[in-house]
C-alpha cells in the first residue's frame, strides 16, 4: 500500500536511531538527510565542541605542570591543524552513520525532503508513499534581527574558521556561549560575553551560575550582563559593536550564541496539517505523535529538552511504539546535563529553586573546595558541590557541580538519583580518597 512503512526526514541522533531500530523490528526504512549524516550533535555540536574544548585546556596544563616539576620549551597552536583533524574526525563518523544505516536496510536519501500531504514525501523530483513520516530536522541557530548582523557568525561557522581571532564577542549565555567564551579563551583570544540577563544559563542552579561567573572572571573573561549588542560595524580590521548603554567593544570576531529554533521551515508541515508552536516547533504528544495520527517529530524541532541522547531515546521510543508493538514514552525526569565550559558543569534533578516550589521543606548541602591538584599548581580554582534533599523523605532531588570533570561524576550520580537514594544512602557509601567525587558522600552539615 504504502513505498516505506517509515520515512524520516533528518539523519540526526534520534531520526538515525527510530529509522534503525524499525528496520531491525522488520519495517521498510528510508531516510532523507540534506547536509550531513549525524547532525547537529556530530557536525557542529557536541563532538567537535568537546575536541576544542580539550585543545583549550592545554593552555592551563601547561602553565600548572611548574608547581610539579615540568619544564617546557617553546609552545604555540596551529589552529589549522586543529580544524583538519577535527575535520577527519568528524568524517569518520558520518561514515559510521551511514554503515549503520545501512547494514540495518534503511535507504539513505542525500536531499532535501518536504512533505506533500499526510502520507507523501517529496524528494527533489522523486515522491514517496509512507504509513508513517518522522520529522527529526533538529534546530538551527537563531540571530538578533540587529543592524550589521549579517557580520556575525553562529556556532555552525566556529567551527571552520579559516582563521583564529586575537579578540572574540560571544553574544549570549546558554550552553553554547559559556563554552565558546572558554574555548576561544583557552585557545589564546582576548573574549568578551554580552548577555542581557543578570546573569548566563538560565535555568540551572544558581549557586551553580554564580560559581561559574567567579571563576571564569578569575580567567580573564570580560562579562557583560543586563547588555545587548545594538549593532555592529565593520572596520579596516576587525569589527565595532555598539551596546545598549553605548559602550564599544572591538574584536575580530563576534559570535551570536542567542539560542536556536526549529528547523521546520518549508517542510510542508502545515500543508500537511501539522500544528506547529509560535516558534515553529512541531507539537507532539507524550508519544512524540503530532497533530496528524501519522506523523511523528523528535528531537530538537519538538519543543521539549534539545539534548542528543533525549533525542536518541525519544527515536527509539517511537521504533519501539510504531512497530515493536510495545507503546513507550521518554522520561523526561532526572535527565542529567553537562556543560563543558571552563571549569565544567554537571547537574541532575531539581535545583534548589524548584525544589523549594514543588516541597514543602528541603535541605540543602554546600561545599566549596581549592582542589588538591591547585595546592601545587598555584591556580585560584575552586570546585562547588551542592545536594537538594528532601526533608520529609530525605530523598535526594539534585546533584550539581562546578569543577573538573563534574560531567562524568554526575553521570554516576544520575543513576542514583534514577533508584531514588537518599541522603542516609550518599552518607552510607564510602568515599574514593583522595578525588573531588567523595565530597558527595562526606557532606554533613546544612546550609
Known amino acids: ?87 577527519r574526525e568528524i568524517a569518520r563518523l558520518n561514515g559510521v552513520y551511514e554503515k549503520i544505516l545501512t547494514d540495518n536496510g534503511v535507504r539513505i536519501l542525500r536531499a532535501r525532503a518536504t512533505i506533500a500531504d499526510a502520507h507523501t514525501v517529496v524528494v527533489g523530483s522523486e515522491r514517496y508513499t509512507a504509513r508513517y513520516i518522522l520529522v527529526a530536522t533538529g534546530g538551527w541557530p537563531a540571530t538578533p534581527s540587529i543592524p550589521g548582523g549579517e557580520l556575525a557568525i553562529t556556532s555552525n561557522e566556529a567551527f571552520f574558521l579559516p582563521q583564529f581571532p586575537a579578540r572574540a564577542i560571544i553574544v549570549g549565555g546558554g550552553y553554547i556561549g559559556v563554552e565558546f567564551a572558554g574555548i576561544f579563551h583557552g585557545l589564546g583570544a582576548k573574549v568578551t560575553v554580552v548577555h542581557r540577563g543578570e546573569l548566563f544559563l538560565r535555568g540551572f542552579d544558581d549557586d551553580l551560575r554564580r560559581t561559574l561567573v567567579a571563576e571564569m572572571g578569575k580567567r580573564g573573561i570580560e562579562l557583560r550582563f543586563n547588555s545587548q549588542v545594538q549593532r555592529i560595524e565593520k572596520l579596516p580590521r576587525g ?141 585560584d580554582e575552586h570546585s562547588f558541590m551542592k545536594l537538594v534533599v528532601d526533608r520529609e523523605t530525605d530523598r535526594v532531588l539534585g546533584c550539581h557541580m562546578v569543577g573538573d570533570a563534574a560531567g562524568e561524576i554526575i553521570q554516576g550520580l544520575a543513576i542514583a538519583l534514577k533508584c531514588g537514594a537518599t541522603k542516609a544512602q550518599f552518607d552510607a557509601t564510602v568515599g574514593i580518597h583522595p578525588t573531588a567525587a567523595e565530597e558527595f558522600v562526606t557532606m554533613r552539615n546544612k546550609s
Not at 576544542?52 to 602553565?63: L, P, R
Not at 563576534?254 to 502545515?270: Q, S, V, W, Y
Request: hydrophobic share 40%; aromatic share 10%.
Open 1 to 87: 500500500m504504502y513505498d516505506y512503512d517509515l520515512f524520516t526526514i533528518g539523519g540526526g541522533s534520534g531520526g538515525v536511531r527510530a529509522s534503525r531500530m524499525a528496520a531491525q523490528f522488520g519495517a521498510k526504512v528510508a531516510l532523507a538527510e540534506e547536509r550531513y549524516l549525524g547532525g547537529t550533535c556530530v557536525n557542529v555540536g557536541c563532538i567537535p565542541k568537546k575536541i576544542f574544548v580539550y585543545a583549550s585546556e592545554f593552555s592551563e596544563d601547561f602553565t600548572d605542570c611548574a608547581g610539579f616539576g615540568w619544564s617546557l620549551g617553546e609552545r604555540s597552536f596551529d589552529w589549522s591543524a586543529l580544524i583538519a583533524n577535527k575535520d
Open 239 to 379: 569589527i565595532r559593536a555598539t551596546l545598549n548603554d553605548g559602550a564599544i567593544v572591538e574584536a575580530d570576531l563576534i559570535m551570536f550564541a542567542t539560542g536556536r529554533t526549529p528547523n521546520t521551515h518549508d517542510l510542508g508541515l502545515e500543508r500537511a496539517g501539522v500544528k506547529l508552536d509560535y516558534e515553529g516547533a512541531v507539537a507532539v504528544d507524550p508519544y512524540s505523535c503530532s497533530s496528524v495520527p501519522n506523523i511523528y517529530a523528535v528531537g530538537d524541532c519538538t519543543d521539549r529538552m534539545q539534548l542528543t541522547p533525549v533525542a536518541i531515546a525519544e527515536g527509539q521510543a517511537v521504533a519501539e511504539t510504531l512497530f515493536h508493538g510495545n507503546p513507550r514514552t521518554p522520561d523526561y525526569e532526572n535527565v542529567p546535563t553537562a556543560v563543558f565550559s571552563q571549569p565544567t558543569i554537571g547537574t541532575v534533578g531539581l535545583t534548589e529553586a524548584e525544589a523549594r516550589e514543588r516541597y514543602r521543606a528541603v535541605d540543602i548541602y554546600k561545599s566549596s573546595f581549592r582542589p588538591l591538584k591547585h595546592t601545587l599548581s598555584g591556580r
